[in-house]
């Protein structure tokens, strides 16, 4: 069983950054960032690979996101700039026993409480 902490989540202005942060309790392979806005699905964000560090991202965020992982605390990494109103979400930290690239919410066996990330005009 790996139990997930988001934090980093809050209100900021279009055009700020923040930093979303995902402790992990013990060793996870891939951990995968994904978003529930109101009324809408879960969306993938942005994942990276243990080991190889490869990371994918979904065209909404390529360019604004960067996700990274430092495996010594255990934490993963979602730095957010150039945030715009429709990045407004609850972001979700998720993980995967095994190493593997996947965008699907099935993909992933863990999840996280969530964070709310507000972004205002």
């Known amino acids: 069983q790996v139990q997930l902490v988001e934090s980093g989540g809050g209100l900021v202005q279009a055009g700020g950054s923040l930093r979303l942060s995902c402790v992990c309790s013990r060793y996870a392979g891939t951990v995968g960032w994904f978003r529930q806005a109101p009324g809408k699905e879960r969306e993938f964000v942005a994942c990276?690979?243990?080991?190889?560090?490869?990371?994918y991202y979904s065209d909404s965020v390529q360019g604004r996101f960067t996700v990274s992982r430092d495996n010594a605390k255990s934490t993963v990494y979602l730095q957010m700039n150039s945030l715009k109103p429709e990045d407004t979400a609850i972001y979700f930290c998720?993980?995967?026993?095994?190493?593997?690239?996947?965008?699907?919410?099935?993909?992933?066996?863990?999840w996280g409480q969530g964070t709310q990330v507000t972004v205002s005009t």
């Open positions: 998720a993980a995967r026993a095994t190493t593997g690239m996947t965008t699907a919410t099935g993909g992933y066996s863990y």
């Open positions: 990276i690979v243990r080991g190889s560090g490869t990371t």
